[in-house]
């Protein structure tokens, strides 16, 4: 593009989807190991605005030494004649996109998860400084955002600066969530959808409804409207609702025929409120991702900077790897934290009498929305770090789930102790998002596996102890 031919790397879509690995990084910028981070758009009045100025504050990305990961803010202050508070949102997620545009600049999650590398041949390029990156900014805000008049553009190395604006910008995307609540799916006729993931997550389309926030946590149902006014060509857009085909699961006719065409057609049909059969995608920067422990039947949730192995064993990065990529995986979820204070939040599964485990920090953060019958109920790291413990903690607590297990536990026992034979249709005894095979010599991964049998034999353990 002409507009950057004084960058000293490319600029365009192309780069986007653009992963810069480890070994190939000159910095990083926030990311999981760096507790303070954030990315945060203001609107103010006109006259607090000087056009197309860039500030740095703390060392320029010259000055960081390589291969180091540093924590990082950007603060975008923007003003226009008809711009309001209310579109801070979509001018902040307009970040992700335009910095990914950069030639070696990755970008991934959003708000004060935000994670950023710049890789070594973009430095050595002479892309050294926040200077040119912050030009891109500003030339594609205005040029794609009409509505914007005056932007100006500040990055924050410095730590002391950042522990002073971290705080703020934590209470300003609560504002902003508590504002977008109380709304419900049925009042309104049109829900909104979001494409900006699909250069990492192709078949991957967020459905934002007012009560179900976008994976990223960062668009609102009025984020998306307001997006899709200012912008109807740009990656959000207005769905039409349709008709409600079943209220309990969430699945609406304009939902269906959305998203079969924004994928073409590798997405079917979505479930707004269930993590079974239709889930709802999950692309890469999900906040958070529900996944299923069937030896509790209840879902456990884990957060993006949760650190070490959840209850199941594994930690944030394997259970968001089986969900991520625009798939849909039975009883795995990529979702927002904000989804977690939604009356919807998977309501068709039990809501929150399914969820038996989450991190602290998160059962903190969402504490005054979950049942007070239930709250305690639920385990945290501190109450269960595996699955025997966590079995132990809910039938001691009596949470709901337990009840399923009683019935599971009684039925066979009804039944002769001798092995069981169920035979005839075929019928679905296992899905796997891998499954690893070995057979002569070779190794075969059958990928999101769904296996059917003709018959089936079911055995106690006792019977199989007694050969
Ligand atoms: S997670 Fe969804 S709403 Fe957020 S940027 Fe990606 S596609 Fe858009």
């Known amino acids: 593009m002409s507009m950057f031919k004084d960058i000293p790397v490319e600029v365009g879509v192309i780069y986007e989807g653009e992963r810069i690995r480890r070994n190939d990084m000159q910095v990083e910028l926030g990311g999981p190991t760096v507790k303070e981070k954030f990315e945060l758009a ?46 801070e949102g979509v001018i902040e997620r307009r970040i992700h996109g335009y910095l990914n545009y950069i030639e070696g600049f990755m970008h991934l999650n959003q708000r004060y998860d935000i994670w950023m590398r710049l890789g070594k041949k973009a430095f050595q390029k002479g892309l050294n400084s926040f ?8 030339r594609l805000f205005k040029s794609e955002l009409s509505i914007i008049e005056k932007v100006q553009i500040t990055f924050i190395t410095d730590p002391a600066k950042i522990n002073e604006m971290y705080s703020a910008a934590v209470a300003d995307y609560e504002a902003r969530d508590a504002k977008a609540r109380g709304l419900k799916d049925e009042e309104v006729d049109k829900f909104y959808g979001c494409v900006l993931c699909q250069s990492f997550a192709p078949s991957h389309v967020c459905v934002i409804t007012p009560q179900r926030y976008s994976n990223c946590g960062a668009i609102s149902w009025f984020d998306g409207k307001a997006s899709a006014s200012i912008d109807p060509k740009g990656p959000v857009f207005a769905i039409d609702r349709g008709e409600i085909i079943n209220a309990e699961k969430g699945e609406f006719s304009g939902v269906n025929e959305t ?56 930690p944030f990065s394997t259970i968001a790897d089986s969900a991520a990529g625009g798939r849909q995986v039975d009883g795995f979820h990529g979702m927002s934290i904000e989804y977690m204070r939604s009356k919807k939040f998977f309501a068709a599964d039990g809501g929150w009498n399914r969820v038996v485990w989450l991190p602290k920090e998160v059962k903190e953060r969402v504490k005054d929305f979950i049942p007070a019958d239930v709250v305690d109920k639920i385990a ?45 249709q075929m019928m679905p005894v296992m899905t796997a998002s891998s499954l690893p095979i070995m057979a002569g010599g070779f190794k075969i991964i059958l990928k999101d596996a769904k296996i059917y049998a003709n018959k089936v034999i079911i055995k106690t ?6 050969k």
Not at 44 to 50: F, G, L, Q, T, Y
Not at 461 to 466: I, L, M, N, T
Request: hydrophobic share 40%; glycine share 8%.
């Open 42 to 87: 203001k609107v103010r009045p006109m006259d607090a605005i000087e056009d197309g100025k860039i500030t740095i504050i703390g060392p320029d990305l010259k000055d960081i030494k390589e291969g180091s990961a540093v924590p990082f803010g950007i603060l975008v202050e923007a003003a226009g004649p008809t711009l309001d508070q209310g579109l």
């Open 259 to 314: 998203v079969k065409k924004r994928t073409m057609g590798e997405v079917q049909k979505v479930w707004l409120y269930t993590a079974f059969d239709h889930p709802h995608t999950s692309c890469g920067c999900f906040e958070a991702v529900t996944f299923y422990i069937p030896e509790v039947d209840g879902f456990g949730v884990v957060n993006r900077s949760f650190k070490g192995a959840t209850v199941n064993g594994l």
């Open 131 to 138: 200077e040119p990156i912050g030009k891109v900014l500003y």
């Open 380 to 424: 945290t790291e501190e109450n269960a770090t595996n699955v025997e413990d966590l079995q132990a903690f809910l039938k001691e607590k009596n949470h709901p789930v337990v009840a399923s297990w009683v019935a599971e536990e009684t039925e066979p026992a009804a039944e002769a102790e001798e092995a069981q034979v169920v035979e005839g």
């Open 461 to 466: 353990v006792k019977d199989e102890k007694a």
